[in-house]
């Protein structure tokens, strides 16, 4: 690893690394990804993906433990903290961030079990559906266009690592679904399935509504399976991502 002492914000790595951070579609004109934090950082790696380029702060450099994560990398940049703070989205910048070159965009697997987001807005919620994905299982995400980035830096901090094991297709149009080889299901208020008691298809794609207007009708018709989820407390309707969660949760519980 080769050590790169930094103290200009007009260093190029650095310049290049500001744009990428602070643009949520940055990373399709670069095919590079950023992340902070030791975290994400030892997800990635153990997921086997390794950075092209660390950044750490001078106070991480004497840290053994982040100073091994800089050792994943040929390169590592050592700045300032407030060097490091121009790079960083978070209120509390960490210590340690690092690029990685993003692989080309897999083919959609036919009979995987997926999520389909449906034009999806919120970063957060992008992100808590991946991670719920990853946890229960799930391995493909298919992202409609008019979803949320799914490499943005928001959506990469909600998933929390998840992104790094998951196969994410993105910016697909609804006809790109006929190649899903597994039925699709949808959450609705307007059937007589009851999640908890219907048989769930396995495998089976999930499919989760843009936040406001739900499943498009077009994609609505396309499912083979709607189900209700109970809300005896009497709210009108439960936030995506846990609606998300629930239904992936109930998918593994059946299938034991």
């Known amino acids: 690893m080769k050590l790169d002492p930094v103290t200009s914000r007009d260093n190029p790595a650095l310049v290049r690394l500001r744009k990428l951070a602070a643009?949520?579609?940055?990373?399709?004109?670069?095919?590079?990804l950023w992340i902070e934090g030791d975290h994400l950082l030892r997800a990635a790696l153990q997921r086997g993906w390794r950075p092209v380029l660390v950044v750490l702060t001078e106070a991480a450099l004497q840290e053994a433990r982040?100073?091994?994560?800089?050792?994943?990398?040929?390169?590592?940049?050592?700045?300032?903290?407030?060097?490091?703070?121009?790079?960083?989205?978070?209120?509390?910048?960490?210590?340690?961030?690092?690029e990685f070159a993003l692989p080309a965009a897999p083919a959609i697997d036919p009979l995987a079990a997926s999520v389909v987001l449906d034009r999806l807005q919120d970063a957060g919620n992008v992100g808590a559906i991946l991670r719920s994905a990853a946890a229960?299982?799930?391995?493909?995400?298919?992202?409609?266009?008019?979803?949320?980035?799914?490499?943005?830096?928001?959506?990469?901090?909600?998933?929390?690592?998840a992104h790094f094991g998951l196969r994410l297709v993105e910016g697909l149009a609804a006809d790109a679904l006929a190649a899903l080889q597994v039925p699709l299901i949808a959450t609705s208020s307007h059937t007589e399935h009851v999640l908890h008691r219907v048989a769930l298809p396995s495998p089976c794609a999930w499919v989760m509504g843009h936040e406001g207007q739900g499943v498009s009708p077009a994609l609505m018709a396309r499912c083979a399976l709607t189900v209700g989820i109970p809300q005896p407390g009497g709210e009108e309707s439960l936030n995506v991502a846990a609606a998300a969660a629930i239904c992936l949760y109930e998918s593994a519980r059946q299938q034991g």
């Open 66 to 98: 982040l100073a091994a994560l800089a050792e994943s990398a040929p390169r590592a940049l050592v700045v300032p903290t407030a060097l490091f703070k121009s790079l960083s989205g978070l209120e509390s910048p960490a210590q340690i961030g690092a």
């Open 23 to 32: 643009d949520p579609g940055g990373y399709r004109k670069t095919g590079s």
């Open 136 to 161: 229960f299982g799930v391995r493909q995400v298919l992202a409609l266009k008019g979803t949320a980035a799914l490499w943005s830096p928001k959506v990469v901090r909600a998933g929390q690592g």
